[in-house]
């Protein structure tokens, strides 16, 4: 596959609207997303910002909505001190219907995109896994597709955690089932060989948002929802691309204790 910078072809856009209502009594009044990771004063947004800018990509779009005004303040800090710069979408007034809501804020922005990428505003990655979307070339992949990455492990916490039931076709290889992984379970101790871990960024065309329009329920918050239901009606193609040499790709900031590995992650 030829190299290609990811600026020149892509979008990226951060969801980082939601509640944490699971960190409610850490955030002090923080947006989850700005919530400092060490003692560095390291966040989820500002290091993934970080690795995006590191890779060349610079037209980036943020989705906020519980205490925009710090993401506000956030931005402006940015652009003073670092001089990197976003576009923030407003959704004040929807994101607390949940995450789907929020991504749909984004139409305007995004829908005339062959392509752009999304990141959940509350997950750290580990530095390989910008380095591999860098060389990937965007712009040659199959039109109207879908495209998301996955790690193989048999040592990974499975908390919150998706495994991808994969046809292996070579080169046509294509996602058959998503399968959510029981919360609080380790297959590490259940005698299971490696799984497709699901890395949670997802590579949408632009027709997403139509397309989402058109099989929304009321029962679906979220864009896992959406891409279950595009997966068991086929009317997308969802495309597996597979991040090797690395144990822990990324970690979501879900519980305090998640603070250690996040950390250790930061430090690589």
């Given amino acids: 596959m030829d190299k290609l910078k990811i600026e ?5 856009l951060i969801l980082a609207a939601g509640y944490g209502s699971r960190l409610a009594s850490f955030l002090k009044n923080l947006p989850k997303p700005l919530y400092p990771l060490n003692s560095h004063g390291d966040t989820c947004l500002s290091l993934m910002l970080d690795g995006l800018v590191r890779s060349k990509c610079s037209d980036i779009h943020i989705v906020g909505g519980h205490q925009i005004e710090k993401i506000r303040d ?5 652009e003073e001190e670092k ?6 979408i407003d959704a004040t007034n929807y994101y607390h219907r949940g995450p789907l809501f929020s991504f749909l804020t984004a139409e305007n922005a995004l829908n005339s995109q062959k392509y752009f990428a999304v990141f959940p505003g509350d997950t750290v990655f580990h530095p390989i896994v910008y380095q591999y979307l860098e060389k990937l070339n ?4 199959e039109f109207n597709s879908i495209h998301l990455f996955y790690c193989k492990s048999s040592n990974f916490s499975s908390w919150g955690n998706i495994c991808l039931k994969i046809n292996n076709l070579g080169s046509n290889s294509y996602v058959e089932a998503f399968n959510p992984l029981s919360a609080g379970s380790n297959f590490k101790n259940k005698g299971v060989g490696p799984m497709n871990i699901m890395i949670p960024i997802l590579i949408l065309p632009g027709t997403i948002f139509l397309q989402i329009k058109s099989i929304m329920h009321p029962s679906n918050t979220t864009l896992f929802h959406v891409l279950q239901t595009i997966c068991m009606k086929s009317l997308l193609k969802i495309i597996p691309h597979q991040i090797s040499e690395i144990s822990c790709p990324f970690k ?6 998640d603070l250690s590995l996040i950390q250790s992650i930061i430090e690589k």
């Fill in 252 to 257: 979501d900031f879900d519980l305090i204790e």
């Fill in 83 to 88: 001089q990197i710069s976003f576009n923030l």
């Fill in 8 to 12: 020149s072809i892509m979008k990226c």
């Fill in 138 to 141: 965007f712009s040659a992949f």
């Fill in 74 to 78: 956030f931005q402006k800090t940015l």
